[in-house]
């Protein structure tokens, strides 16, 4: 008898949600708005109604370059404009708090960036202010939607590899952290900033482990780049699961790889992650199925993480606030990625296992 998990389908494809005649409004218009959000949102047809940054000429760029009808003078103005039914922060983490407030006290959803907060009792004082207003909150962890990790998510969720039993993310490239001087001079960086993506995925895939064990290292010679940026970071889940995040920055010569693995006590998924292999252009991710006495499986992608995942955070907040359900990535979920990301630099520092419930209860 054939097995009918054979020949399935993933779906990794972003869905057709509702609310997607909802109105936008762009707070930041640094780098992320420029190649990720706004190329998702014209290629879908979403609506930006206005856009700010504090630097005037940058917004204004923005709006000339993608034809957005307003050029807001302040965050004010802009969370207050009839038609912004959601406003997207793409602002640094510490000033996210206060766009926030802003938005929640005029009504708005919003779509927030990652990192959701530099300190959990922020990121937990966010939460509740978006639900004391009754708006949804999403946080942009779009990686959820990258094609192979959606793929894999789905392929795991419909028994393809039997019961899961460890995720492997190893990353090895060189980058260019100079070229954001906020990034380069933050203590924190690379769990922080990147691997936080990594972390995040492997909860979708694998759901929230007990705890989280983490080391970090640097390069010898990173100049004025401040944090950690190299990482091995390991989460152990109360069933014997494990899953294995390895992060290196400063691959300054050998060759590039980004590579994620999924394995099961009846097979195993294999994939690269397409973007890392020349961030940000990158290239679509590859995913093969590998199961006992089988052909292995390859499947195709004709997407790119970005700017085709940044799609996903964003319509499905849409879908959420037409249907009334929490957004996948809601702040509320995100606290336990935001809980694996401290509970990480506290494992490092303290040399040792970190309770993922000790962070989560500590605010
Ligand atoms: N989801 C992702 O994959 C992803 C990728 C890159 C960056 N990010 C996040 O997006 C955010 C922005 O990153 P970036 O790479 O675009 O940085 P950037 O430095 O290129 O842009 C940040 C922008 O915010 C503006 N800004 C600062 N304070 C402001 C304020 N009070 N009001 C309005 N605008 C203000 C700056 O002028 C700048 O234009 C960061 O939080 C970063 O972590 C997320």
């Not at 995925?201 to 694998?206: E, H, I, P, T």
Request: one cysteine or more.
């Amino acid at each position: 008898m054939t097995d009918p998990r054979r020949d399935i389908e993933p779906a990794w494809r972003i869905p057709d949600g509702r609310g997607r005649e909802l109105g936008i409004g762009i707070v930041g218009c640094g780098g992320i708005v420029r190649y990720g959000h706004l190329p998702a949102y014209r290629q879908a047809g979403l609506t930006v109604r206005a856009v700010f940054d504090v630097d005037h000429e940058r917004a204004q760029a923005v709006a000339d370059e993608f034809g957005v009808p307003v050029v807001a003078s302040s965050a004010e103005e802009l969370v207050a404009m009839p038609g912004v039914d959601i406003v997207d922060i793409a602002v640094p983490p510490w000033v996210q708090p206060e766009i926030v407030s802003l938005a929640a006290s005029a009504g708005r959803h919003m779509l927030c960036q990652k990192p959701f907060a530099l300190e959990f009792e922020t990121a937990r004082r966010m939460v509740e202010a978006a639900e004391a207003a009754g708006v949804q909150l999403a946080v942009n962890q779009q990686m959820r939607w990258d094609a192979g990790i959606a793929a894999s998510r789905d392929l795991v969720a419909r028994d393809a590899i039997g019961r899961p039993t460890e995720g492997q993310i190893q990353v090895s490239v060189a980058t260019g952290w100079h070229l954001w001087p906020w990034l380069a001079a933050a203590p924190r960086l690379e769990i922080m900033y990147h691997s936080i993506h990594y972390l995040d995925a492997m909860r979708s895939v694998l759901g929230d482990p007990e705890w989280v064990t983490s080391v970090h290292g640097r390069y010898p010679d990173q100049g004025p780049v401040q944090g950690e940026t190299r990482t091995c970071t390991v989460l152990d889940y109360a069933d014997g699961r494990q899953a294995l995040v390895v992060v290196n920055h400063y691959n300054q010569h050998g060759p590039a790889f980004a590579e994620f693995r999924f394995l099961g006590t009846q097979g195993a998924l294999g994939g690269t992650l397409g973007l890392m292999y020349d961030y940000p252009d990158g290239r679509p991710d590859t995913l093969t199925l590998y199961r006992a006495d089988e052909e292995p499986r390859s499947f195709d992608f004709d997407t790119r993480w970005i700017p085709d995942a940044f799609l996903g955070p964003m319509t499905d907040l849409m879908d959420a606030v037409a249907t009334g359900r929490t957004p996948v990535t809601s702040g509320r979920d995100n606290l336990g990625t935001l809980a694996l990301v401290l509970g990480a630099y506290r494992s490092a520092a303290e040399r040792r296992s970190i309770r993922v419930e000790d962070i989560l209860l500590s605010a």
